[in-house]
């Protein structure tokens, strides 16, 4: 029988035949039984990415879709049983892809489509109270004295496209008339509860979330952000369950 890496092959790429080896325990022919087979394969992984992006599907319609999938698939073989992680480099899959030229944002709305499904399967995680919350930040040494951790579920996406306008226009009437697609955006995702929820915020809120990510202190984060609203940016942060933990930073003797 063929090995396993030919078989795979077969598998991905309609334009192999058969593995050689192969046999059907009915009489049945086995090149056209791997062939249903393999139709099968490819049409459950078109199918998982067809899931994960139908925002992107929408934008180019279903023929389309399914045509550039289908290539990408031959590809790009799963790495995981689990399917949910199936095409977390499909953005840059079609960035690189020549007929999807005439969608430019199309590759941003396919990275905001995948932080989704990433908040979706993150992590779980106990948000702090609000009473504890305002107790640490009432000193006004706070913003000095605490780091922030926040929920494994969040994450930001930075484009030169209006991919959370786009985005959020096919929740609903899917048009996208009236949107400057050329206005670009901060998108904040995050999963509250049960709920994956996705927030446009300003330059200096995404940077300062950013900050506070790479483990600096309330203070360092806010001076090395552009001007924003920073009351704003943590009352978000607060409602939406965020964040998880405030850690006091140690102060050298």
Same mark, same amino acid.
């Given at each position: 029988?063929?090995?396993?890496?030919?078989?795979?092959?077969?598998?991905?790429?309609?334009?192999?035949?058969?593995?050689?080896?192969?046999?059907?325990?009915?009489?049945?022919?086995?090149?056209?039984?791997?062939?249903?087979?393999?139709?099968?394969?490819?049409?459950?992984?078109?199918?998982?990415?067809?899931?994960?992006?139908?925002?992107?599907?929408?934008?180019?319609?279903?023929?389309?879709?399914?045509?550039?999938?289908?290539?990408?698939?031959?590809?790009?073989?799963?790495?995981?049983?689990?399917?949910?992680?199936?095409?977390?480099?499909?953005?840059?899959?079609?960035?690189?892809?020549?007929?999807?030229?005439?969608?430019?944002?199309?590759?941003?709305?396919?990275?905001?489509?995948?932080?989704?499904?990433?908040?979706?399967?993150?992590?779980?995680?106990?948000?702090?109270?609000?009473?504890?919350?305002?107790?640490?930040?009432?000193?006004?040494?706070?913003?000095?004295?605490?780091?922030?951790?926040?929920?494994?579920?969040? =994450? $930001?996406? %930075?484009?030169?496209?209006?991919?959370? *306008?786009?985005? &959020? !226009?096919?929740?609903?009437?899917?048009?996208? @008339?009236?949107?400057?697609?050329?206005?670009?955006?901060?998108?904040?995702?995050?999963?509250?509860?049960?709920?994956?929820?996705?927030?446009?915020?300003?330059?200096?809120?995404?940077?300062?979330?950013? =900050? $506070?990510? %790479?483990?600096?202190?309330?203070?360092? *984060?806010?001076? &090395? !952000?552009?001007?924003?609203?920073?009351?704003? @940016?943590?009352?978000?942060?607060?409602?939406?369950?965020?964040?998880?933990?405030?850690?006091?930073?140690?102060?050298?003797?």
């Amino acid at each position: 029988m063929s090995n396993q890496a030919d078989f795979a092959a077969a598998l991905l790429n309609p334009q192999q035949p058969c593995p050689d080896g192969l046999f059907s325990v009915n009489g049945a022919d086995p090149a056209s039984r791997f062939t249903v087979y393999r139709n099968n394969v490819q049409s459950s992984l078109i199918n998982a990415l067809t899931d994960s992006y139908p925002v992107v599907l929408q934008l180019v319609g279903e023929e389309f879709f399914r045509a550039m999938s289908g290539i990408y698939v031959q590809s790009t073989p799963p790495r995981s049983p689990l399917m949910n992680g199936y095409g977390d480099d499909f953005a840059a899959f079609i960035e690189g892809f020549a007929p999807a030229a005439s969608v430019p944002y199309l590759a941003d709305v396919a990275r905001l489509e995948r932080l989704r499904v990433m908040a979706y399967h993150a992590a779980d995680a106990q948000p702090l109270g609000n009473e504890q919350i305002a107790a640490a930040l009432a000193d006004p040494q706070a913003l000095s004295e605490f780091t922030v951790e926040l929920h494994p579920s969040l =994450n $930001l996406l %930075n484009s030169t496209y209006a991919v959370v *306008a786009i985005w &959020a !226009a096919h929740q609903q009437e899917a048009t996208l @008339t009236g949107i400057d697609l050329t206005q670009g955006q901060h998108a904040l995702v995050l999963r509250n509860g049960l709920d994956v929820e996705v927030f446009a915020i300003d330059q200096g809120a995404s940077a300062f979330i950013q =900050n $506070l990510q %790479n483990g600096h202190s309330l203070l360092q *984060a806010l001076e &090395a !952000a552009p001007a924003f609203d920073l009351s704003q @940016t943590l009352t978000l942060l607060i409602s939406r369950n965020a964040i998880t933990h405030l850690h006091k930073n140690k102060v050298s003797p």
